[in-house]
T-cell receptor, first 110, second 116 residues
Framework: GDSVTQMEGPVTLSEEAFLTINCTYT??????LFWYVQYPGEGLQLLLK?????DKGSNKGFEATYRKETTSFHLEKGSVQVSDSAVYFC?????????FGTGTRLQVFP | NAGVTQTPKFRVLKTGQSMTLLCAQD?????MYWYRQDPGMGLRLIHY???????AKGEVPDGYNVSRLKKQNFLLGLESAAPSQTSVYFC???????????????FGPGTRLTVL
């Protein structure tokens, strides 16, 4: 069945460092791909999405490109802030639901 | 436009008690979902619904029941609570995208349930 694999965390960075969180997927057909963010004590929020191959989703300085040839959707940000500390989930669309990765915790220190 | 709301926000139960969690959405979405999230863990799908009057089992359905009598509401019931059901419960809703697959899910703020 469809699945999503994310790099394990925590990812620990200093402020202004470059961020990459890896996400690869296995799917039949052409799913949409998503990144969600969960801040402490809150529900998940959509960060960005891409609906077809080569699409780039972007929001709040974060970017991810839908790579069909490598079945990947890696999340990147050029300069992280302390306020980016959160858990990040990669997901793909199945017919009736989203398939989520296990989440990657990001900790950014001043 | 409130989005997805959940009631209650917090609850403490004793083992064997029952309760119902309410989820409401005002976005006219077809799909609704119940997840649980244990500390430091990812999301696990309990039950979901693809439309009014329908329900389906997710990954961890045992010990829970659901009902979707109205399109905007999705209820999660615990008939006899157990300590293993201590968790944070999230509701979400979504719509069918142009591809025919489900699209963006919108999440509620969560219900923190403790079973003693």
């Amino acid at each position: 069945g469809d699945s999503v694999t994310q790099m394990e965390g925590p990812v620990t960075l200093s402020e202004e460092a470059f961020l990459t969180i890896n996400c690869t997927y296995t799917a039949t057909g052409y799913p949409s791909l998503f990144w969600y963010v969960q801040y402490p004590g809150e529900g998940l929020q959509l960060l960005l999405k891409a609906t077809k191959a080569d699409d780039k989703g972007s929001n709040k300085g974060f970017e991810a490109t839908y790579r069909k040839e490598t079945t990947s959707f890696h999340l990147e940000k050029g300069s992280v802030q302390v306020s980016d500390s959160a858990v990040y989930f990669c997901a793909l669309s199945d017919t009736d639901k989203l398939i989520f990765g296990t989440g990657t915790r990001l900790q950014v220190f001043p | 436009n409130a989005g997805v709301t959940q009631t209650p926000k917090f609850r403490v139960l004793k083992t064997g008690q029952s309760m119902t969690l309410l989820c409401a959405q005002d976005m006219n979405h077809e799909y609704m979902y119940w997840y649980r999230q244990d500390p430091g863990m990812g999301l696990r799908l309990i039950h979901y619904s693809v439309g009014e009057g329908t329900t389906a089992k997710g990954e961890v359905p045992d010990g829970y029941n659901v009902s979707r009598l109205k399109k905007q509401n999705f209820l999660l019931g615990l008939e006899s609570a157990a300590p293993s059901q201590t968790s944070v419960y999230f509701c979400a809703s979504s719509y069918r995208g142009p591809s025919g697959r489900t699209d963006t899910q919108y999440f509620g703020p969560g219900t923190r349930l403790t079973v003693l």
